[in-house]
């Protein structure tokens, strides 16, 4: 009979991004401090560096087991770019169909090794059918919000009827663009199955999971699993508490803003490892930051291969003007140390659902300017919860500099920022109330699937 003590294999299949692979090793991690589990973790070579780092510094190497991807290469796309970091844009979809022609290699995968259990991610529900048709179940695993899947899902069941939370909404242009993306995914990427995407509802076994918190979003958690049959399960923001750098410039940050800064007072800009921002918004940016006097920490990044200094990407003089009361970073800089430093006020931000996440584990009112997909739902979900600011594009759908600085005032200068960081204090503290017990049910979820495949296994 199997018990506590018996051990259950997983292998988790995120999509090849960064932003996806980090929360299924976050997921990883807190599900191995409370169950007797092995984890295969399924990526492309390309990516093994990053993942590696993570099991290492976590002391994972006796738990989670690499497995290799094989992907086809070809002239277009050699095996480094078997990964969206540093990929070039006009070869994103070159990947995705690239991952579409895997399901072979990953067939193999689960034969050879035959886990207990499949959790696997946004663009693969195909691995599921493959897990089911040799007897192992799988869990879809979105990295999205209830809010963002609830939406998307009520769009495919009921077409234009109304959805049920109207203040939280895509403007006309930001839904025809995003019709258009999956108009262009249908015709040239999942052409076989019309169903696609949604064969992650479909295919999950009993539950699906999602980056999310019920204290944040109860009633779309409700809605989303009145529409799929399934019950969600919430696995929190998978946060680490353990942000403690050891890199000499990364501290230099963090020693910056302790230095003679007050508490709330400093701004950090910052829209993600892959968003580039166009010279236009750079320096409707630099407009706004002029305008209101803010302290502020700005990561800046460039796209592969770019080389140019910040002299000649920011407007002339901008560094020396601001001296003191800012700084610009390129590359990567440690934003969670950022977020949680009493200093920082704000977090001017395009909204992707993680530093959404981040906002609000952290308490940091957010400032925001989203640039695609999801974000701009993300961010009037913010709004709606009352610890947001957004900034609103002009009639040409550009965000201008003294909009951006009427934003930064309603939270750094006006009486309306007391709100804000009092409601995004609230937020934290529910978030983080929950987070070990939401971490205990995920991890019980899973255990009772893998037990249940077990017991089917040696009955049949």
């Known amino acids: 009979m199997e018990t506590e003590n ?56 006796d738990s989670i087991e690499l497995v290799q991807l094989h992907l086809e290469s070809s002239p277009e796309l050699p095996p480094h770019y078997h990964t969206t970091k540093n990929l070039p844009s006009d070869l994103n979809f070159t ?18 090794l035959r886990p207990d259990l ?47 939370f109207p203040a939280i909404h895509f403007e006309d242009y930001e839904l025809r663009s995003l019709e258009q993306l999956f108009e262009f995914l249908y015709d040239n990427i999942f052409d076989v199955d019309q169903d696609f995407l949604f064969g992650n509802f479909k295919q999950s076994c009993d539950i699906i999971l999602t980056k999310t918190s019920r204290g944040i979003e109860g009633e779309y958690i409700d809605y989303l699993s009145a529409l799929c049959n399934k019950k969600i399960v919430p696995v929190g923001p998978l946060i680490s508490d353990d942000n403690n750098n050891n890199n000499e ?45 803010v302290n502020f920490i700005w990561i800046i990044r460039f796209p592969a291969g770019v080389t140019v200094s910040l002299e000649e990407a920011l407007p002339k003089g901008f560094i020396d003007r601001a001296g003191e009361r800012g ?51 993300n961010a009037r979900m913010l709004s709606e919860a009352g610890s947001c600011v957004e900034v609103p594009r002009n009639e040409n759908e550009v965000f201008k500099g003294e909009e951006i600085a009427k934003a930064i005032k309603k939270v750094f200068v006006e009486e309306s920022g007391d709100g804000l960081r009092h409601r995004a204090r609230e937020l934290s503290e529910k978030m983080k109330t929950e987070k070990e017990q939401v971490l205990d049910e995920v991890a019980d979820q899973l255990w009772q699937l893998c037990l249940k495949n077990k017991v089917q296994g040696s009955s049949s």
């Not at 999509?15 to 492309?44: D, M, Q, V």
């Not at 070579?45 to 290492?56: A, C, H, L, Q, R």
């Not at 919000?145 to 009827?161: D, I, M, N, R």
């Not at 003679?260 to 950090?268: A, G, I």
Request: glycine share 6%.
């Open 249 to 293: 410039e990364d501290s230099d940050i963090v020693q910056w803003l302790s230095k003679n800064k007050n508490p709330h007072s400093t701004v950090l800009i910052s829209f993600g490892s892959e968003y580039f921002l166009s010279k236009i918004e750079i320096e409707e940016i630099v407009k706004g930051l002029e305008l209101c006097d």
């Open 118 to 164: 499949v959790i696997y991610d946004v663009f693969q529900p195909w691995a599921a059918k493959i897990a089911s048709s040799q007897g192992i179940p799988a869990v879809y695993f979105s990295i999205y919000g209830a809010f963002l899947l609830s939406f998307v899902h009520h769009q495919y069941t009921f077409g234009k009827a109304r959805f049920p």
């Open 95 to 112: 990947l995705l169909k690239a991952l579409q022609t895997s399901n072979s290699s990953f067939s193999d995968i689960i034969s050879t």
């Open 327 to 377: 700084i610009v970073v390129t590359g990567w800089a440690p934003q969670a140390d950022i977020l949680a430093h009493p200093n920082t006020g704000g977090f001017m931000s395009h909204c992707g659902w993680s530093s959404v996440m981040e906002s609000m584990y952290y308490g940091v009112p957010v400032i925001a300017m989203p640039m695609k997909l999801d974000q701009p739902i």
């Open 6 to 61: 018996s051990t259950f294999s997983i292998l988790m299949f995120p999509w090849l991004a960064h932003g996806h692979i980090f929360p299924y090793l976050e997921l990883a991690k807190s599900i191995l401090k409370r169950k007797n589990l092995h984890i295969y973790f399924c990526s492309t070579p390309i990516n093994f560096g990053s993942i590696k780092n993570f099991i290492d510094k976590n002391l994972l190497n």
